[in-house]
């Protein structure tokens, strides 16, 4: 069967509302003037990744539920306007939703919008199972109805790759996509002990590479036995939103992973693409180009050679 997708990325499509707060954790008062005031745009994790895998030239195909609401609209017109192939199934409680609060220094809050899944939400498996015939990689988004298609997924012989965000290294749900995916990514948000939840994925599960983010602290790569530490990336300007840093290093990294660049230098694709994306305004959805992270990372090699 030709593979003539690059990527699959499945689940993760939604709308934020944009919030600039004077300080987080925002003070309690009766009403605060904001500027530069109140935005909604497309974009939530699984649109993040697949805008970054496809502003660096991979073959991307995104799949996920949405509701035939103005939000689905605007999801639709992103990838529509983008480009990006994207599979809809039907979403009757509507498109997934979240209102980032977003500090001056760039940290974000974001409340998610819990009501609009159903316990019965499901891809339809022929839709799933053509998709993933069709395509090198999958990358699949922690939302609920992703975690039924992880058995097709296999069963089609694309390798996988899935972010548990700020999983505290306990909570149960997040364990079948942990122990599924070939590449883990997690962020060190909420790990008492990185390192031994790392290893623990490991050896529970598939994983050939486990990536814990870590903010300004840069990166922790395991592979094998061996854990790396991978320092951060300055951003080419100043950080005002650290909204998608993490799907943009995602993206770099499997961009690194899927046309064949050794571990380290995917996780410094991952580390210049996730530092781009602070500096983008978190009322745009905007990624960094194959020749601009091609050319940083040509430059940073070169003034810190291995």
Not at 198 to 225: C, Q, S
Request: one cysteine or more; glycine letters at 10%.
């Amino acid at each position: 069967m030709s593979r003539d997708i690059d990527v699959l990325v499945l689940g993760g499509a939604g709308v934020d509302t944009i919030v600039h707060v004077p300080e987080l954790p925002l003070p309690y008062a009766d009403s605060h003037m904001i500027r530069p005031g109140i935005e909604t745009r497309a974009g939530q994790t699984g649109d993040f990744v697949a805008l970054g895998l496809h502003e660096l030239g991979l073959r991307t195909h995104h799949l996920d539920l949405l509701g035939d609401d103005p939000e689905g609209d605007l999801v639709r017109a992103l990838h529509r306007d983008r480009g990006i192939p994207l599979t809809t199934v039907p979403q009757p409680a509507g498109t997934k939703r979240a209102v980032n609060l977003v500090g001056p220094d760039g940290r974000r809050l974001s409340l998610y919008d819990d009501t609009r899944s159903r316990e019965a939400d499901r891809f339809p498996e022929r839709t799933v199972r053509e998709l993933a015939g069709a395509s090198r990689h999958a990358h699949v988004s922690i939302t609920h109805p992703c975690a039924h298609t992880l058995p097709a997924l296999r069963e089609a012989g694309v390798t996988l790759s899935t972010d548990l965000h700020d999983w505290n290294g306990e909570n149960p749900y997040h364990e079948p996509f942990a122990y599924a995916a070939d590449i883990v990514f997690v962020s060190t948000t909420a790990l008492a002990d990185p390192e031994r939840t790392m290893r623990r994925v490991g050896e529970r599960g598939r994983a050939e590479v486990v990536v814990a983010t870590a903010g300004a602290e840069g990166a922790y790569l395991l592979a094998g036995d061996e854990l790396v530490h991978v320092p951060a990336v300055p951003p080419p300007a100043p950080v005002v939103d650290s909204n998608g840093a993490g799907d943009a290093f995602a993206a770099g990294f499997l961009f690194g992973r899927l046309t064949g660049e050794p571990l380290r230098r995917c996780a410094l694709y991952g580390a210049l693409a996730g530092a781009h994306a602070c500096t983008v305004p978190s009322t745009r959805a905007e990624a960094i180009s194959r020749v601009e992270l091609v050319s940083r990372a040509a430059e940073w090699e070169k003034a810190y050679p291995v």
